[in-house]
């Protein structure tokens, strides 16, 4: 169902809030990180690589895009990652992974009923308002012996430190999850996306891959790209079109495999999932690839 604020009201706040602004975006007092963060960045301005039309060419030129976020619930779960706001009081628990050698062993401030991704991945993400630091889990269970995950990271939200290099983390590429997400009212900074085949390979911000193929046709985690400045936007509606005018000024980086042009948001019931359809007007031929 279609918001019933008028049209103005949401570009305002939507189409708005993907201007030119130097500051970083900001969740409960604490920036996303710092406005020098690759996810930040605008990149309007940067040279298309060289590959592009190959890269583009294997995620897919007629695949449709997909804001694989919104309103309401899909199947009994919200339509996106939530993410949880906690103080420092927030009592701290410990976490076995899978993946321990390459995890931040913690303790994570996980609440005692989180917010939780639906579907199998069970991604948990953290905002510790009090320290300003992101703590995030895939793969979360909890049983009576307590929580396990695949992996976990941490981050400094006034840090632009990476992981290390080969190091996973809740996401495929080794990157912060929130930071990534379509969130409401808050789009100015890059958007996640994933890819059905990828190569075993990561640039920079991605410090980890996910494949097995040496392909060079196929993308390498971290890979940036963006919607082409000659895409007409005026006819989609506004939270669609807000979207849209992200992808042309900041792009989206790829993050994990998955389904192809498949962008992640956090829910929110003032999305409106009308709008957001739209977006499979739009193909991966309407795609670049920026060379940073």
């Known amino acids: 169902m279609r918001s019933r604020l008028p049209v103005f009201v949401l570009a305002v706040v939507l189409v708005g809030a993907?201007?030119?602004?130097e500051q970083e975006p900001r969740i409960a007092g604490c920036p996303v990180f710092p406005a020098s963060n690759p996810?930040?960045?605008?990149?309007?301005?940067?040279?298309?690589?060289?590959?592009?039309?190959?890269?583009?060419?294997?995620?897919?030129?007629?695949?449709?895009?997909?804001?694989?976020?919104?309103?309401?619930?899909?199947e009994g779960q919200p339509i996106g990652i939530p993410y949880n706001v906690v103080s420092g009081s927030e009592p701290k628990v410990h976490v076995r992974f899978e993946y321990a050698d390459e995890s931040d062993r913690g303790p994570y401030p996980v609440p005692v009923y989180p917010k939780i991704e639906g579907g199998s991945d069970h991604h948990i993400l953290i905002v510790d308002k009090t320290s300003c630091r992101l703590y995030e889990l895939g793969g979360a269970e909890r049983s009576a012996s307590g929580w396990t995950a695949w992996a976990g990271?941490?981050?400094?939200?006034?840090?632009?430190?990476?992981?290390?290099?080969?190091?996973?983390?809740?996401?495929?590429?080794?990157?912060?999850?929130?930071?990534?997400?379509?969130?409401?009212?808050?789009?100015?900074?890059?958007?996640?996306?994933?890819?059905?085949?990828?190569?075993?390979?990561?640039?920079?911000?991605?410090?980890?891959?996910?494949?097995?193929?040496?392909?060079?046709?196929?993308?390498?985690?971290?890979?940036?790209?963006?919607?082409k400045a000659s895409f007409d936007t005026h006819s989609f509606p506004p939270q669609a079109r807000a979207v849209l005018e992200t992808l042309k000024r900041y792009g989206m980086i790829l993050a994990d495999n998955g389904s192809n042009w498949y962008i992640t948001g956090a829910p929110d019931p003032r999305w409106s999932n009308d709008d957001l359809h739209t977006l499979g007007q739009v193909h991966g031929s309407d795609f670049e690839v920026v060379r940073g």
Request: glycine residues 6%.
């Open 18 to 21: 993907a201007g030119a602004t």
């Open 39 to 74: 996810w930040n960045q605008r990149i309007d301005k940067l040279p298309v690589a060289a590959s592009s039309a190959e890269l583009i060419r294997s995620i897919g030129l007629d695949d449709p895009v997909h804001a694989d976020f919104g309103a309401g619930l899909w």
């Open 153 to 227: 990271a941490t981050w400094s939200l006034r840090s632009n430190a990476v992981r290390p290099a080969t190091w996973t983390s809740a996401d495929a590429a080794g990157l912060p999850i929130l930071p990534g997400l379509a969130r409401y009212g808050d789009l100015d900074h890059a958007l996640r996306f994933t890819a059905e085949r990828t190569r075993r390979a990561f640039v920079y911000p991605a410090r980890h891959y996910a494949s097995n193929s040496t392909d060079a046709s196929l993308p390498p985690m971290g890979l940036r790209v963006r919607l």
